[in-house]
């Protein structure tokens, strides 16, 4: 299957300061990525869809100022977490799309 | 709504009996289907997948079986090992052609030694 990186694997902040996911399809160009958040022992809840090129569509009740991402290439989507709350701690999966989702290893955001 | 989900939270079986992890899907306009396994601390890897023009698939000691007519989509492994243990999702490609998947709540699959 297709080979779909994320870095960093783990990351923890201070309450109030950015951080920024890297999502990139290692043997594929993916026109769409997927940002989902999953909480523990719970399914994945998708966040947006991330368009190479163009802005990203926010699911319901995601804060878009809140949750910035980026799809500058068919290879490379970034996630920000602006001003980052305890409340933001999660597991953040992305998938790369070449039809069927092929996700990435997750990052776990720990913020204190 | 929407909604994926399986009928069983959690499946105990002997290492070496065959696994049967079963979905129930509302939307009856999905025609893509696809089974991921995910490991504690790990992203989902895929499976398997079936569209809705096929009722069987098989790969490396799984199948897939889809029934349209109830909505039911299944995972069979056989021969079950312990590295097969992991949280196993069913996801459905729902409505419209958005490429977005909508997952079940996933049954966890433990193998006894």
């Known amino acids: 299957g297709a080979v779909v990186s994320q870095h960093p694997s783990r990351v923890i902040c201070k309450s109030g300061t950015s951080v920024k996911i890297e999502c990139r399809s290692l043997d594929f160009q993916a026109t769409t990525m997927f940002w989902y958040r999953q909480f523990p022992k719970k399914s994945l809840m998708l966040m947006a869809t991330?368009?190479?090129?163009?802005?990203?569509?926010?699911e319901q009740g995601v804060e878009k100022d809140k949750f910035l991402i980026n799809h500058a290439s068919l290879t490379l989507s970034t996630l920000t977490v602006t001003s980052a709350h305890p409340e933001d701690s999660s597991f953040y999966i992305c998938?790369?799309?070449?039809?069927?989702?092929?996700f990435g290893p997750g990052t776990r955001l720990l913020v204190l | 709504g929407e909604s994926v989900g399986l009928h069983l939270p959690t499946l105990s079986v002997q290492e070496g009996d065959n696994s049967i992890i079963n979905c129930a899907y509302s939307n009856s306009a999905s025609d893509y289907f696809i089974w991921y396994k995910q490991e504690s601390g790990k992203g989902p890897q895929f499976i398997i997948d079936i569209r809705s023009n096929m009722d069987k698939r098989q790969g490396q000691r799984v199948t897939v079986l889809l029934n349209k007519t109830v909505k039911h989509l299944s995972l069979q492994i056989a021969a079950t090992q312990p590295g097969d243990s992991a949280v196993y999702f069913c996801a459905e490609n729902g409505s419209g052609n958005t490429g977005k998947l909508i997952f079940g709540q996933g049954t966890t699959l433990q193998v006894k030694p």
């Open positions: 998938s790369a799309s070449d039809e069927t989702q092929y």
């Open positions: 991330s368009n190479e090129g163009s802005k990203a569509t926010y």
